[in-house]
Nanobody, 120 residues
């Protein structure tokens, strides 16, 4: 069945780095644009970054530009999010998604999420 499994979350101090990974299975990964979203406590799930099927295009929400990098490996069916210079406001559950729409990004299939906590 279609499955997305995130990993790599954890607790990190402000200014630190984390790398999230999402492993996809059950669908033709290289035909789908992929994205990362996040949901902070008491808030809606928000877009973070997206990458198109061929990895020739990416875009980010303004608050993470220059700090986060999305990438994918179509041979391994994975999409990663490298997060540098983390801030307490980056604390959230991070979800990867296969996208129905690239811009604006709209998820059709979601992972279970991975918690990222940034301490000040």
């Amino acid at each position: 069945q279609v499955q997305l499994v995130e990993s790599g979350g954890g607790l990190v101090q402000a200014g630190g780095s984390l790398r999230l990974s999402c492993a996809a299975s059950g669908f033709t990964f290289n035909r789908y644009d992929m994205g990362w979203f996040r949901q902070a406590p008491g808030k809606e799930r928000d877009f973070v970054a997206a990458i198109n099927w061929s990895a020739t295009s990416t875009y980010y929400t303004d608050s993470v530009k220059g700090r986060f990098t999305i990438s994918r490996d179509n041979a391994k069916n994975t999409v990663d999010l490298q997060m540098n210079s983390l801030k307490p406001e980056d604390t959230a559950v991070y979800y990867c998604a296969a996208l129905d729409s690239y811009r604006p990004a709209r998820g059709r299939t979601w992972g279970q999420g991975t918690q990222v906590t940034v301490s000040s």
